[in-house]
């Protein structure tokens, strides 16, 4: 009989608003200990990241087995930035010489463009699916850079960042962090969609766990349900992202009509003055759905991966929001498969969208007093959303986690120390 | 003469002008499509006259330019009459042009609603002018906020110049319609059913798109680009149906579309390339709000197509195998202005919550059979019938029997009204009274006591009928509103989706449309009650499947949704996120 891990340790760091998880599976000798991080960023909240690098540095003894990086999310990946050279907390964890790294297929830098170039955009060039949608990913981390920079400027008296620049700053690009991942790994990146391989495979060093991938599903997959069903409507969308993407970078900085005359800010007339403060208003609404909607896009490239170990099943799903979920969720025998999972890791902080109804509700040993299902929720709240519909984590679902699972919540940490440590 | 001194600002008007209408020379379609002598196709219209502040600012439109993005408030532009005709060479930088253009065709678009209506129509706001604001910021994005009294047009850079929305004839009557709608049916933007959540974008798409095909310059400019140019004949075999369809209506959607990406053009052009067929309106891709629209706009179009059609043929050939191009141009321009009629006099005989594409058949069939009761000359609405069939939709009236046409509602058959105990002349105008009238006769008009009943508007109309007499009529919507908890729905006659927790607080809408005579006795009654299963059950189901029970949409969400053919998820209220900032707290 193949070897078996004897347990499994789960570290939740308090990294504030992000995730950041070390999985230990143990073994009995002649076998070692081996680690996995599932995420290291944060995007609110107080976080001590450079203790927590030090603590996974001396959790796994100076070698991790693998990274996973979920999708791009600053508050997913913050953490491997090396910005601050040896020091720096994405040096600590690459010099813990993870043997790979795993990202979402949409992080494959071969098929990566830009989508203000000009072959995307001219239509009669025909650009492949695939690269149109990637190019829409990257022209979003640029408009989100722009709206982070423009908002920074309409910070209140009290100078706190709002929600806008808050969330279009965790959607912008993190260059340094990406290119520390793509050369961490002593194989080279693993590129994850519905189904693949994990990269987790090997009978050496970590035998008796199986991964399964469940998200996110490759472009053929997904649009039979939503982003787009034809060529047509990628290039729509990519276009329309490249030029949001112009059209970002030049607010704040534009003058349509230099030699017309103007009003300084004193000498508005009278009957202008309500419209142009509800104007402004309604400008950084419209760019707040804006930001909203690209940043759930960016969610939905979420890896989600399931590991079986010892009859025991434990889900990780990233930011995945509905959109994810619903191929895996449709897939013939995944139901099956997650319905007697023992451990979950709340998707997206506790959103409201992240963990859908079908999902939870299927889960078998919710409500058990023996054999709960265990979950773990890496949040703060107060970073975003006030309204019961949009606040994270939200609460009717805080509640239902709180009465029909075995809670862990970063929130209830005393002085925000950690990492919360579940056993199974 | 008024004389006037110089230097005296308050002073507007120097010689008053009298003639009720003007003439303003706007951008037909879109300033990229070019008319034969290759400079930006305009078109000149007629508006209400009237006697203009700089801006222009005028009794029901003002313009306003301020670019929030830049925090620029540039100053009004000034206005002259002999200015109205003229179009300047460079389009992209004439600012007063912008504000010309805008104010014009917003202009026309509230003149056709009042004259298809018979009577002054409102805005959905509270208040008499709305603002416009010609470069509001830089987005892919123009829309209605009912909450800012304001359209909004967005610019952006494309290809090193800039787009700008403000100069999209489309754009502009699209969002004007969506400003005039939500004041007759606030409570269309409410979640309901995949019809009701189309309806809007749809329906701004048909005003948008017939108001560009009754100007004689666009369907002139689309048949050159199908037909040999400055010809007085055309060839009759080059105007079949599907050459009318593809030669010249997909020319014109092209030409819109490639230019406004970001805001409806692709959704237009989309609309007009749909091929008939009853089966899509039960796919999944066109139960989606975003698309469903498009059926209802390709249902009028196909009507449209064949009223147009059925006209050239009645023409005639001048010579073998040659028909006047006039003819053609006069048939689309006005079988295009017809059906504007029809389709905004249809508003008034929808019911007011929960509608479906089958009561707005009825409703334009109805409303335009009070006023021409032959359709036998052009066949308008046998046209329509047909449209709608094409793409599975059957209009929402019963037959009743002894229907003078199918799809027309029904009288309110043999119930006896108390009409005594309330006077003829409030009952035209005064909510009060009218609600007095519908609970005397709470019973015999199945209205539910148990629900918050109110009165929403009491209009009187006048339209001018086909004998050349004019048709008078009341209309009076009321709506109802219950708040339960989901396990009391059985209560009306509801079921409750079988994993909807009992203790789920809900509101569950009902209401009516009240069209009364000219003797003041009620004509027709449309409406959807509270307690009728057989819509408020799907309705649920649908509602509870797609988790949006609560809240309005915007319309810039609606449009955003619609490009991007994807939910905007629910964004943090930015309203309440900024109670602090000078900005947005010192607004209300």
């Not at chain 1, 969330?167 to 002593?186: E, F, H, I, Q, Y």
């Not at chain 1, 202008?272 to 609404?285: G, L, P, V």
């Not at chain 2, 209401?511 to 009728?532: A, M, P």
């Not at chain 2, 499947?545 to 309005?552: D, M, R, V």
Request: glycine share 8%.
């Amino acid at each position: 009989m193949p070897a078996q891990p004897t347990k499994v340790t789960i570290r939740m760091y308090n990294v504030g608003f992000g995730d950041c998880f070390l999985l230990t599976f143990h073994y009995d000798k002649p076998l070692t200990d081996q680690h996995i991080l599932i995420d290291f960023g944060t995007v609110g909240g107080k976080a001590d990241m450079k203790g927590i690098a030090a603590d996974i540095q001396k959790a796994c003894g100076g070698k991790l087995y693998a990274v996973v990086a979920t999708h791009r999310h600053k508050d997913h990946i913050s953490g491997f930035s090396t910005g601050g050279g040896k020091n720096s907390t994405g040096a600590v964890i690459a010099a813990c010489k993870p043997e790979v790294v795993l990202q979402p297929w949409t992080e494959n830098p071969d098929a990566a463009a830009d989508a203000t170039s000009a072959p995307l955009l001219a239509k009669t060039q025909k650009a492949s699916d695939q690269k149109l949608f990637l190019a829409s990913l990257n022209a979003m981390n640029a408009v989100a850079e722009a709206v982070a920079q423009q908002a920074a400027r309409w910070r209140s008296v009290r100078g706190t960042p709002s929600t806008l620049e808050k969330l279009a700053s965790n959607n912008t690009s993190n260059p340094d962090a990406v290119k520390n991942l793509r050369t961490m790994g002593k194989q080279p990146p693993r590129f994850l969609q519905y189904g693949s391989p994990s990269g987790l495979e090997n009978a050496k060093l970590l035998p008796g766990v199986k991964v399964t991938v469940l998200g996110p599903p490759t472009l053929k997959e997904q649009n039979l349900k939503k982003y787009a069903k034809n060529s047509d409507e990628y290039w729509i969308s990519c276009k329309y992202w490249g030029l949001q993407e112009g059209a970002a970078a030049k607010a704040g900085k534009s003058d349509l009509f230099p030699r017309e005359r103007r009003y300084g800010p004193r000498s508005r007339p009278f009957y202008t003055r309500w419209f142009t403060d509800h104007a402004d208003a309604a400008f950084k609404s419209n760019t707040l759905g804006i930001v909203t909607m690209l940043d759930s896009f960016l969610n939905n490239t979420s890896v989600i991966l399931l590991f079986e170990v010892n009859g025991k099943k434990l889900l990780f799903p990233g930011d995945a929001q509905l959109e994810n979920w619903s191929w895996a969720l449709n897939q013939k025998g995944i139901k099956d498969l997650l319905k007697d999972v023992d451990l979950y890791k709340v998707g997206h902080h506790g959103s409201r969208n992240a963990t859908p109804k079908e999902l939870w509700q299927d889960f078998g040993k919710r409500k058990r007093t023996k054999g709960a299902l265990k979950t773990m929720m890496s949040t703060a709240a107060g970073v975003y959303g006030k309204t019961e519909d949009t606040k994270v984590p939200a609460t009717r679902l805080v509640q239902a986690l709180k009465s029909e699972s075995d809670l862990s919540n970063t929130q209830d940490l005393k002085r925000g120390r950690g990492p919360i440590i579940v056993e199974l | 003469m008024t004389k006037i001194k110089k230097g005296d600002s308050r002073q507007v008007a120097v010689v008053p002008n009298l003639q009720p209408t003007c003439t303003y020379r706007v951008v037909a379609l879109d300033p990229s499509v070019r008319g034969s002598d290759r400079n930006v196709l305009t078109a000149d219209i007629e508006i209400p006259n009237e006697q203009l502040s700089p801006g222009p600012r005028g009794y029901r439109v003002q313009v306003v330019d301020y670019d929030s993005s830049n925090r620029i408030l540039y100053e009004p532009a000034d206005v002259n009459d002999k200015d109205n005709l003229k179009v300047p060479k460079n389009l992209e930088k004439d600012r007063a042009f912008h504000a010309r253009n805008v104010y014009a065709i917003v202009m026309r678009v509230l003149a056709r609603f009042e004259r298809a209506l018979g009577r002054r129509v409102g805005w959905s706001f509270l208040g008499h002018q709305l603002t416009l604001a010609p470069h509001a910021f830089v987005d892919l994005n123009a829309f209605y906020s009912k909450d800012d009294r304001a359209i909004f047009f967005g610019y952006y850079p494309d290809d090193g110049t800039n787009v700008f929305t403000c100069l999209s004839h489309e754009v502009i009557a699209h969002e004007t319609t969506h400003a005039l709608v939500d004041g007759l049916r606030p409570d269309y933007l409410y979640p309901s059913s995949p019809d009701q959540a189309a309806f809007h974008e749809g329906f701004a798409d048909i005003v948008a798109l017939l108001s560009v095909l009754s100007l004689r310059e666009v369907v002139t400019a689309a048949l050159d680009l199908h037909t040999s140019k400055d010809q007085k004949l055309i060839r009759a075999s080059a105007l079949t149906t599907k050459a009318l369809k593809e030669g010249v209506l997909f020319g014109l959607a092209q030409q819109v579309g490639e230019a406004m990406y970001g805001t409806h053009g692709v959704a237009l052009r989309r609309s007009i390339e749909l091929s008939p067929d009853p089966k899509l309106a039960r796919t999944d891709e066109f139960t989606e709000p975003h698309r469903r629209g498009e059926l209802l706009v390709a249902a009028v179009l196909g009507a449209f197509l064949k009223i147009w059609k059925g006209r050239i043929d009645q023409f005639g050939e001048l010579q073998r195998g040659m028909v006047s191009r006039v003819g053609v141009v006069d048939g689309a321009v006005e079988t295009a202005d017809h059906l504007l009629t029809i389709v905004i006099r249809a508003l008034d005989y929808c019911p007011p919550t929960d509608l479906l594409f089958g009561d707005f058949l009825s409703a334009m069939l109805t409303a335009d059979y009070e006023v021409y009761p032959d359709d036998s000359r052009y066949g308008y609405r046998q046209a329509l019938r047909q449209g709608f069939a094409s793409f599975g939709f059957r209009p929402g009236a019963e037959v009743p029997d002894g229907a003078a046409e199918p799809g027309l509602w029904g009288d309110p058959g043999d119930v006896v009204l108390l009409y005594t105990r309330t006077h003829f002349e409030s009952m035209q105008h005064d909510p009060n009274e009218v609600f007095r009238f519908l609970w005397e006769n709470r019973a015999a008009l199945g209205v539910d006591e148990r629900a918050y009943t109110k009165i929403d508007a009491v209009w009187p109309c006048y339209r001018v009928g086909s004998d050349g007499f004019l048709l008078r009529e009341t209309v009076a919507v009321y709506t109802q509103q219950i708040r339960l908890e989901a396990h009391e729905l059985h209560q009306l006659g509801i079921r409750k989706p079988s994993d909807m927790p009992d203790d789920l607080s809900l509101s569950v809408y009902g209401g009516g449309t009240l069209i009364f005579d000219e003797s003041g006795r009620l004509k027709y009654h449309v409406r959807n009650r509270l307690g009728n299963a057989r819509r408020q059950n799907p309705r649920l189901q649908y509602l509870w499947k797609q988790g949006a029970l609560g809240g309005k949409k915007s319309f810039a969400a609606l449009h955003l949704e619609r490009v991007l053919r994807h939910d905007v998820p629910a964004a943090p209220d930015i309203h309440s996120d900024e109670e602090d900032d000078n900005h947005a707290g010192a607004a209300n």
